[in-house]
């Protein structure tokens, strides 16, 4: 059923019989998908031209070019990622819906000229910037985990992230209200709202993600809390000292640690998707790093969501291409994330638990680190942290 949803909306996007084109004005949109409880969930953007917007997520800027219109229609491409806007443009207003054709999910969209995110009616009761010691879904059915809030605030604004053990939730901007809090992001790929009532020292709401997804959360106020090390979570079975797998390129050439290129070299192994904004921070980082450090080699392993082998690698071309990278990417696996059938390709691995994982291999092909997740700069200083010890860690193994 979900599926003939999809089929309708794109029919309807590109049939429709009006034949004047209708465009954006320049200008700052308030958007919002309508979530489970009938929250909004809401984001801005900017209009530059006709061609060109930007999505606005605190300190982020995700440049989207990628725009069509057809009579009085608008389709917004999210770059990188496979997640969609369609809508029908009506005197400067937006009304359709959010696409992720992969995952079958559709979430009601609309957009107006406007430029707040949130819309404050109350001084903010309480200052929540510190680091917040978080816990979700602790009595739910679901898995309980914890995570780190990290916020700044000043005045009603807020922004931040919250780090888990396997990666971060994005850049968080959002207000206090009175004794709410309300945060949300929006990059193509994750649609994420955050919505609590606060102390000084407490924090109890609701972690909603797009239509599919709600559970609970509790924080408190604890500035010395650290999460677990994501270096121990991940790991050789026991006999194992290295990986073997064998994988194709879009080329249909296999790649293997025993190939020449990776002998006597330091291999960074990254476990990834092209769906995982996590994966595409470090993916942005790693770029660089092997631009500026030839002598080590990095090569990804590619687990897709997309239901059939020539759709995975379109969207691994298209990364490739967005992003610029230099090092290959073959795929690993498509139909699905989970982590399980993710696993049975490397089952030299206790488990997956985390897309990205980050494998680091030494010159003697022996793995000596296993990274689980990816703190991306939104998490601020535990970025930088993460870069100085990646960078010197490497610079050792060179040593070696």
Known sequence: MRNIVIFLCISLFISCKNKSIKKLENGMYRAWLTVQDD????????VKNDSNLVIYNAEEEIIVDEITYINDSIKIQTPVFEGYIIAKISNNELTGSFIKESYDRIVPFKAVKKNTRFTQIKDAGHNISGNWETVFSENAETERYVA????????NSVTGTFRTTTGDYRYL???VDGDSLKLSTFDGAHAFLFAAKITDSTMVGEFYSGLHWKEPFEAKLNNSYELPSADNLTFLKKGFDNLNFSFPDKNGKLFSLSDKRYQKKVTVLQIMG???PNCLDEIKYLSKYSQKNKEVEVIALAFEVAKTK???????NRLQDRIGINYPIVLAHFG?????EAHEKLPMLNHIISFPTTIIIDKKGNVR????????????????DFKKS???FIDDLQKE
């Open 39 to 46: 929250q909004e969930l809401p984001f801005v953007f900017e």
């Open 148 to 155: 780190k809030g990290i916020f700044s605030q000043k005045g």
């Open 173 to 175: 901007e959002g207000i």
């Open 274 to 276: 092209t769906w995982c």
């Open 310 to 316: 020539e759709i995975a690698f379109k969207r691994i």
């Open 336 to 340: 699905n994330e989970n982590k399980i």
């Open 369 to 384: 680190k296993i990274h689980t997740g990816f703190n991306g700069p939104a998490t601020g200083q535990n970025y930088l």
């Open 390 to 392: 990646f960078e010197a």
